[in-house]
């Protein structure tokens, strides 16, 4: 099987701008779950959705949205854009809401 | 407030021997735990869980062990090798509403020197 798929794989965009990030999960996986990766934060949980439906969401502004497709495909959207929002972004996907969630390589963000 | 501490950001152990990396976490409502491995560039790769009804669990070279009492669970790694150098994440999960959420620590990275 194919493993998490996320594009694109880098990405730079000036302050202010907004950003659409896409993720595909392993086939057959329901769960998508989006966390933001930083040196000071370290991971952290943004949110997760499940047949299409926001199901959890972390503690992230409202500049940080997401949305899931019928086919269980994920995009997650940061309107907006701040230099302190340059991180990596990983998706995870699980075969339902379980926990043991499989991560794509993520996308990584710089935000000049 | 960190829910889940990983108190060394880094390890160095000789390779064939055993690696210890630990992890506590405050939150009693968490009831599964995980580890991930993460190399540079690269998203997390998921080792090996723990449900709170256990103590331990192997899988291979892995063994994770959970200390209920103390809140704490540790990752065995034997023998080392220097595939393994990587930061290693500790996750506890829990119900969150209807929902269930992941909570990471902050890591430690393990070098295994040949």
């Known amino acids: 099987k194919a493993g998490v798929t996320q594009t694109p794989r880098y990405l730079i965009k000036t302050r202010g701008q907004q950003v659409t990030l896409s993720c595909s999960p392993i086939?057959?996986?329901?769960?998508v779950s989006w966390y933001q990766q930083t040196p000071g934060q370290g991971l952290q949980f943004l949110f997760e959705y499940f047949s299409e439906t926001q199901r959890n969401k972390g503690n992230f502004p409202g500049r940080f949205s997401g949305r899931q497709f019928s086919n269980s495909r994920s995009e997650m959207n940061v309107s907006t854009l701040e230099l302190g929002d340059s991180a990596l972004y990983l998706c995870?996907?699980?075969?339902?809401?379980?926990?043991?969630?499989?991560f794509g390589p993520g996308t990584r963000l710089t935000v000049l | 407030d960190q829910q889940v501490k990983q108190n060394s950001p880094s390890l160095s152990v000789q390779e064939g021997r055993i690696s210890i990396l630990n992890c506590d976490y405050t939150n009693s409502m968490f009831d599964y735990f995980l580890w991930y491995k993460k190399y540079p560039a690269e998203g997390p790769t998921f080792l090996i869980s723990?449900?709170?009804?256990?103590d331990k669990n192997e899988d291979g070279r892995f063994t994770v062990f959970l200390n209920k009492s103390a809140k704490h669970l540790s990752l065995h790694i034997v023998p080392s090798q220097p595939g393994d150098s990587a930061v290693y994440f500790c996750?506890?999960?829990?119900?969150?509403?209807?929902?269930?959420?992941?909570?990471f620590g902050s890591g430690t990275q393990l070098t295994v020197l040949p």
């Open positions: 086939s057959g996986h329901r769960s």
């Open positions: 996750a506890a999960s829990g119900a969150v509403g209807s929902a269930r959420q992941l909570t």
């Open positions: 723990i449900s709170s009804i256990k």
């Open positions: 995870a996907s699980s075969l339902l809401m379980v926990d043991t969630q499989y």
